[in-house]
Structure formats: structure tokens, C-alpha cells
């Protein structure tokens, strides 16, 4: 089992009455809620909590990218692992991930990852991802291109990590006479490439093909087992490989207390503020006409519903790691086994939940679950083969 701490950086004082005001708490909610004061505490507050995953032995930190919003402020989650990097010994800097279809030069990501790649000697896992509908509206982009948009730049980011340069690019949405990154990555061929997802088949079988890690978050967990299942199927039958554990992750919120219902009564308010202020979106900016196929659409409402208010995740269910150190351990453990995933997630900070309440979860999860668990061994040292 690998161990990731996985980080939204929300912003913790979004209005109680968010919907009947501005409609969404993204695109919509005006700036001016933003106080960039309060906000320069908050980043600093939100990297120690990442730095001390990286301390405590987590195998990896996890950055991300969200635009005009208070559920995830980092426009540009390449700065934060940039910090991390000179603050971070042995954890890899997972970026989960680049919305790369939404860049209008996606040879930035592929400059901006290799750098980060040599500076800290190897540790970056690079994450592609379409970016949710909301982002469309943000950065005013057509969202019926969003597949083909993301399928070019992964295919021309891995070109310029693999091939030597100067090549030529003429696709349907990115054009260039030179194409030759400096520098080029540490890690070979190229960093390793993670899939972040809402659970779309054709997103499924993408990533099955290029046997990339695929991870579907907020996604209960008999759907979640469905995704896997069709992942491995695919893999097995169209692709001739055996996709394993180190294929999928599970991502969820934890909190970890001395008694069950401390930790039930500490979590329960920050939970419902991610439910109803952090996600406060409606349906046709989540997902606007051309975003995805209606097959895929169908699947997400089936899943877990999309309009109104997001319902809090139930604190009690036993799919949610909330509780004593003996019971995270034990369903972690239950969790990672029922749908075979090999690295956990966590998100230790929910919504506008406190940095000594995380602080305290995370020392106690460190002192009395982290080692008990199973353990994937420590990798092997990069090496670079220069040609």
C-alpha cells in the first residue's frame, strides 16, 4: 500500500448563503470574498500540513488545479509543488493534476514538469486531467473540445519528454514549428502519468489503454468497484495485460480522534461546509452541453446524483475513515481490499476545518495507524540515461 495526502487548499469562509447569493461558489462568487491577507496564513498553514505528511512518512503530497472558486485555491498547482519541492526530503509531489486541455500552450506543462522533475531528483507523479465543466466557463473554452483538446496535449507533452528535439507539431488545436523542451525530465522515459476522474467509460478505457493509474474520487464505493472492475477488464481483454493494485487509488477523508464520537463530532461541521458551500454547483456548470457523452452523464447521476445541494458523506458509513486509530486502520485496510486499490488517498483538511484539528489527526494517524500498515517497500534510486 502507497500513501498519498491529498490537499485541496479550500477557502474557509465561503457565505452561508453562497447558492441564494451568487449561485455557485465557482465562477460566480465574486473575489472580493477572497482576502488575501487571511490567505497568505492559509497557503502557509496548508504546506506545513504537506510538509509534515512528507515528515511522518506518506509516500507522497498531492497538489491539484482548480480555477475561480473557493473549493480548491491552486490556480496553479505547479507553484505549489514548486515550494514543496525545496520544503520536501522524500515524499513524491504528486500534481493530480494539470488541466491540460484547458492550457492554450500545454508545452508549458511539459517544460514546467520536467523542471520540477530534475530539481527534486525524481520525486514528481504527473497528473493529467480534463478539469471539471466548471473550468470551461472560467477560462471561456468550448467544452465540446475538451476530450479532443486533452488527447492532443498528452500525446504532444509525451512526445517532447520522449523524443529528441527540435520536432514539428501541426494537430487540430496546437500547432509549432519547434518543439524542444529544455530540461528534460530525470525520470525515464518520462514522470509517471496518473488519471484523476469522475468515472467516464471512454475516460476509463483511455486510461487502461496507456495503463496509467486511475484514480476516481467522491464515488461510493460499489460504483467505484464497477469503474475498477471495467478498468481490469479492459485491460485483460482489449489491452493483453493484468492490470494490479498499483493501478487504482481510493481517495477519502480522514479524521483520526482519541473516541469515535469525538471524531464523529469534530469532522461533522467541516464536512457539511465541503458538501454545501465548497461544492455549491450547479448541474449545468458541472456538466455543460458537449462536455461529456450522455452515456457517461447517465453513469455520474446514477453514481451519486448531480443538482441541488451536495449531500455531507455519512460520517457513520464504514467506507469513511472517521473515528479511533483502531477503526481507521482496520477499515482502511477493508476499503483498499474491497476494490483492490493499492494507494490510499487522504484528505486529511476538509472544507474550512482548522489547522490544529488536522494537525492532531495527522499525529495521532502517524503514532497509532501509519505503522501498522501494510507497506510498499522504498523504490529504487532514479537514474538518467543520457543519449
Known amino acids: 500500500m502507497k500513501l498519498f495526502n491529498f490537499h485541496l ?18 465562477v460566480l462568487m465574486p473575489n472580493t470574498v477572497y482576502d488575501p491577507v487571511e490567505g497568505t496564513g492559509l497557503y502557509a498553514e496548508y504546506l506545513d500540513q504537506l510538509v509534515f505528511a512528507d515528515e511522518i512518512g506518506f509516500d507522497a503530497v498531492c497538489v491539484n488545479e482548480h480555477h475561480q472558486n473557493g473549493y480548491g485555491t491552486m490556480p496553479s498547482p505547479n507553484i505549489i509543488a514548486g515550494v514543496l519541492a525545496g520544503r520536501t526530503k522524500n515524499a513524491k509531489i504528486a500534481i493530480l493534476g494539470n488541466g491540460i486541455a484547458l492550457r492554450e500552450n500545454p508545452l508549458r506543462v511539459a517544460e514546467e514538469i520536467a523542471m520540477l522533475d530534475v ?9 493529467f486531467v480534463r478539469g471539471i465543466g466548471a473550468e470551461y466557463f472560467s477560462l471561456n473554452i468550448d467544452p465540446s473540445t475538451s476530450r479532443a483538446r486533452f488527447h492532443e496535449a498528452h500525446d504532444l507533452i509525451v512526445k517532447a519528454w520522449t523524443e529528441p528535439g527540435p520536432f514539428a507539431w501541426d494537430g487540430e488545436h496546437y500547432s509549432y514549428k519547434y518543439v524542444n523542451v529544455w530540461p528534460r525530465p530525470l525520470q525515464q522515459p518520462h514522470p509517471p502519468i496518473f488519471v484523476p476522474s469522475q468515472g467516464s ?19 461510493p464505493m ?21 492490470a494490479g493494485p498499483e493501478q487504482f487509488g481510493w481517495t477519502s477523508l480522514i479524521y483520526v480522534a482519541e473516541t469515535e464520537q469525538e471524531a464523529l463530532e469534530a469532522v461533522a461541521p467541516h464536512a457539511q461546509y465541503f458538501a454545501e458551500r465548497c461544492f ?27 443538482g441541488g445541494p451536495q449531500a455531507a458523506p455519512d460520517l457513520n458509513a464504514g467506507e469513511v475513515l472517521i473515528g479511533t486509530p483502531d477503526q481507521v486502520g482496520e477499515r482502511l485496510v477493508n476499503n ?12 486529511f483538511q476538509v472544507g474550512d476545518m ?10 495521532l494517524f502517524a503514532d497509532k495507524v501509519l505503522p501498522h500498515l501494510p507497506r510498499d517497500p522504498a523504490p529504487k534510486p532514479v537514474t538518467s540515461s543520457v543519449a
Open 222 to 242: 460499489p460504483q467505484l468497484i464497477r469503474y475498477y472492475d471495467e478498468y481490469r477488464r479492459l485491460a485483460e481483454e482489449r489491452f493483453g495485460y493484468t
Open 201 to 219: 467509460s471512454e475516460t476509463i478505457e483511455w486510461a487502461a489503454e496507456h495503463r496509467y493509474p486511475y484514480v476516481c474520487t467522491y464515488t
Open 119 to 127: 530539481i527534486t531528483g525524481g520525486r514528481i507523479i504527473s497528473g
Open 280 to 306: 455549491a454547483l450547479p448541474p449545468q456548470m458541472l456538466m455543460p452541453p458537449g462536455y461529456t457523452t450522455s452515456g457517461s452523464f447517465r453513469r455520474m447521476l446514477e453514481a451519486r446524483g448531480i
Open 336 to 347: 483498499m481490499e474491497r476494490c483492490g486499490a493499492g494507494i490510499f488517498m487522504g484528505m
Open 354 to 363: 482548522p489547522h490544529a484539528k488536522v494537525m492532531r489527526s495527522m499525529e
Open 9 to 26: 487548499m479550500p477557502w474557509p469562509k465561503i457565505p452561508a448563503d453562497v447558492r441564494e447569493r451568487y449561485t455557485s461558489s465557482w
